[in-house]
């Protein structure tokens, strides 16, 4: 942040060019050592003295174009829309996952007990948010078609097969 009282006055770094960091601030006295009192004190510079760089021309070396490129694109607009969408359906799913697995305990009570029947389904219903969150991690880096697909085979395999046979009031 700048002390100067009149910098929001100017327009200058305004340009969409200007640079995104600021530029390092020296205080005036630490700028320049004083001139020796024996010496005169020039008012002028000198004719010979190349003029200041501002930081809008100094931005622009051939050099940042290539910085620019190094960088990765963002995440487009409609990879977000269906990471969303897709994230919604897995929270769906686990949803789907207990609501039927809490339907499907009746049936199952008969070949076991609650002890087996109830870590399963938990799991079960916990299979979404993990492959969600496993397939974000390990898709880190890698581009974007990978990560849909295997958000893709995930919402496939991990459909509530439950909660789809007997609904919510049982067939």
Known sequence: MTTDPDDALRWEGDEPEAPTAPAAHTPPAAASPAPAADEPAHDEAPATEAPAVTAAESSAAPGDAEDEADEPA????????????????????????????????????????DWTYFPWMWLAALAPVLWFAATWALTRGKASWIRILALVAGAVLLVPWPFVMFGTVGA
């Open 74 to 113: 963002g995440v487009g607009n409609a990879a977000l829309v269906f990471y969303g969408i897709i994230g919604g359906v897995y929270l769906l799913f686990a949803a789907g996952w207990i609501v039927g697995g809490f339907r499907l305990r009746p049936r199952a009570s008969l070949l076991l007990g």
